[in-house]
């Protein structure tokens, strides 16, 4: 009876100590679930050392003031070079000769001569050239015109083809000399050396060369110093040395 009564006791013993084992465990928590907030980038803007151009702003005063001129780049002249080049081109072969030999081929031009003088680089004493309209080049650009001038008129004046002639390139209808179409010839000339395009029913852009025309053909009654004098006006205009 004591064996048994002890194994009832230590049956209940272990049935309380589990129970009370059961009732001692611990009980999860219930957790909220983290969010997390994007991280702010705080962007540092450095201070503008400049204006604000387009802040309205009132005059702070009500005086007149002269306003500051603004220029933009000069004007440079064609160089010794380009001239060299483009002065045969234009007069049919002609340029500003200085030496010929026994058949009449130019050996040296004033553009050769004067190549120094007038700013063209050596590379030894000058490395760049000078491009700007001095005095002295426009003295020389009219010795140059006069002389290129003179000879291409005369050849013009002496050639029946009137497709082969530099500066007179329309002749009369009855093949007189009296009776060149002006005008037309002028806006040939602008158009060839100046690139300006003169519409035949216009001669707004011709009337200073028709004027110059008109005045030395009643002082000389010459048609050939008439041309002449059409001619060096067109090659020492700034329209045909600078830009």
């Not at 050392?49 to 009500?62: A, D, L």
């Not at 440079?76 to 072969?93: A, E, H, T």
């Not at 050996?107 to 000058?126: I, K, P, V």
């Amino acid at each position: 009876m004591k064996s048994i009564t002890q194994m009832m006791l230590f049956g209940l013993v272990a049935v309380f100590g589990l129970v009370a084992c059961q009732d001692a465990a611990p009980v999860p928590k219930q957790t909220t679930p983290v969010i997390k907030k994007p991280v702010e980038r705080v962007v540092t803007v450095a201070p503008s050392k400049f204006t604000n151009h387009w802040t309205k702003m009132e005059p702070k005063t009500t005086k007149k003031g002269e306003m500051e001129p603004r220029y933009g780049r000069k004007p440079l002249r064609v160089s010794i070079d380009q001239l060299r080049r483009s002065i045969p081109k234009l007069f049919n072969g002609l340029t500003w000769a200085r030496k010929t030999n026994s058949e009449g081929k130019v050996t040296e031009t004033w553009f050769d001569y004067y190549a120094r003088t007038l700013g063209e680089a050596d590379y030894l004493q000058l490395t760049q050239n000078i491009r700007e309209a001095t005095p002295l080049f426009m003295k020389f650009m009219d010795d140059m015109a006069g002389a290129v001038c003179e000879k291409a008129v005369e050849a013009d004046l002496k050639e029946a083809n009137g497709e082969k002639r530099s500066v007179i390139r329309y002749w009369g209808i009855d093949g007189k000399a009296a009776n060149y179409e002006v005008n037309r010839n002028l806006r040939f000339l602008r158009l060839k050396f100046h690139a300006v395009l003169v519409e035949p029913n216009s001669t707004k852009e011709i009337e200073h060369l028709r004027k110059l025309y008109d005045a030395t053909l009643a002082a000389t009654k010459s048609v050939s110093k008439a041309w002449q004098n059409v001619c060096v006006a067109i090659v020492t205009s700034p329209e045909f040395f600078a830009y």
